[in-house]
């Protein structure tokens, strides 16, 4: 965000608030400027001061006629500008707005629990808002929100995976050349897709053991609990076609409704591709996740359940040691997974911090293995393997 006095206020900025005024009228609305009208309006009401996004300026003609928006252009994947790997934030300089939006999002999501609880309409606003402050960090620096994901808890599964999800769909999209105004309907319906969890019974969400067939078919029904939820609040299309359909595969063995591949959006192609991923690889009480590796291999694997092109490439947006894993080198040390390398996906830049041989830690180095000819990746490792904790190293090491 950038402070401005309200004389350097331009057509096609983007007002996120009022900082300073005279006048008693309040101006609660976020949004675009588009006209020296408008301006002059929040002028003549004693606006002194405001704060921009300058993420989300809008392109003007000669004639100050909107020509682009930029905050939800297409960059498409032909474009020569379009650029799904480059950067504008260091990962630690992203990381502090990063972790505001994911505490943000738990908040917003144990609200939406509440109140169908209580019998209430959920406000889809915030989570459209939300939705789109993933999408600008995603835009900044992806590794933020990214190495946030991997830092899990076992008792908040049914919060953090939808919020992974959304995050870990905006990555995908953004590589995919998905416009931002789509992505936010991704990510929107992404953070909304297992909503209609909280009307399955708790001693089956949560059973530790084998469900039976009959307790599989309840739990079956999410996937058209949470549609119905989202379009009783007033959503439709994609967000919607995500929440209800994340479950169908392409075979039609998947459900509530048991479509196949003819029938499947490709939103719910995405949506299904990434939510089993992020389950996979997800710690619960009564169960540890997989490492990425294993996941992406599944879901390369079961070509007739997804689909291969988007698995591909979701792959490559993800790298084969995806950020904030821990690998092991040829040299018996252990690292952390710090920024993907897209030309060569098996030698991403990493800190190494423990000699896995003597199991200690060690003084931490980063090593760029693409620039590193003696150094590779040997294996991935869980950090249970070395009574690590994950969450607390990406901590310590961002």
């Not at 960090?137 to 999800?165: G, P, W």
């Not at 789509?182 to 001693?203: S, V, W, Y």
């Not at 080198?329 to 997974?337: C, K, S, T």
């Amino acid at each position: 965000m950038k402070t401005l006095p309200i004389n350097q206020l331009k057509p096609g900025m983007f007002v996120q608030s009022v900082t300073k005024q005279t006048g008693k009228i309040r101006i609660k609305n976020q949004g675009w400027v588009k006209t020296q009208g408008s301006i002059d309006k929040l002028i003549k009401a004693g606006i002194l001061e405001i704060s921009i996004d300058p993420d989300k300026t809008l392109t003007l003609d000669s004639d100050n006629k909107v020509v682009e928006q930029q905050d939800i252009a297409k960059p498409a994947t032909n474009s020569e500008t379009f650029n799904p790997w480059h950067t504008s934030h260091s990962v630690s300089a992203e990381m502090g707005k990063a972790n505001s939006l994911y505490n943000e999002a738990r908040s917003l999501q144990s609200k939406a629990f509440d109140d169908i609880r209580d019998g209430n309409k959920i406000d889809i606003a915030p989570f459209k808002e939300l939705a789109s402050g993933f999408i600008d960090s995603v835009f900044r620096n992806q590794d933020a929100l990214a190495c946030i994901t991997r830092m899990r808890e076992k008792d908040a599964y049914l919060l953090e995976h939808s919020i992974n999800v959304s995050i870990l769909m905006s990555i995908f999209a953004k590589h995919l050349g998905i416009e931002k105004a789509i992505i936010e309907e991704l990510a929107t319906g992404a953070l909304l897709h297992d909503i209609g969890k909280i009307n399955i019974p708790d001693e089956i969400l949560n059973k530790p053991g084998k469900l039976t067939d009959e307790e599989y078919q309840v739990i079956q029904d999410h996937a058209r609990f949470s549609k119905e939820i989202l379009e009783q609040a007033g959503l439709s299309g994609i967000a919607v076609d995500i929440a209800g359909f994340h479950h169908e595969r392409l075979d039609g063995s998947g459900y509530p409704r048991g479509i196949g591949a003819e029938k499947l959006s490709r939103p719910a192609r995405m949506m299904a591709i990434v939510d089993v991923y992020d389950a996979m690889t997800a710690d619960r009480p009564h169960q540890l996740g997989e490492e990425p590796i294993s996941a992406l291999r599944y879901l390369l694997a079961n070509k007739h359940l997804f689909d291969s092109e988007l698995v591909q490439r979701f792959i490559k947006c993800l790298g084969v040691h995806p950020v904030g894993t821990i690998v092991k080198l040829n040299n018996e040390r252990l690292a952390l997974v710090m920024e993907g390398n897209h030309e060569n996906p098996i030698k991403p830049k990493v800190k190494i911090f423990y000699n896995a041989k003597h199991k200690h830690h060690i003084t931490a180095k980063d090593v760029n293995l693409s620039e590193n000819h003696e150094l590779k990746i040997v294996a991935s490792i869980k950090p249970l393997d070395y009574q690590l904790n994950l969450a607390r190293l990406l901590k310590e090491h961002l």
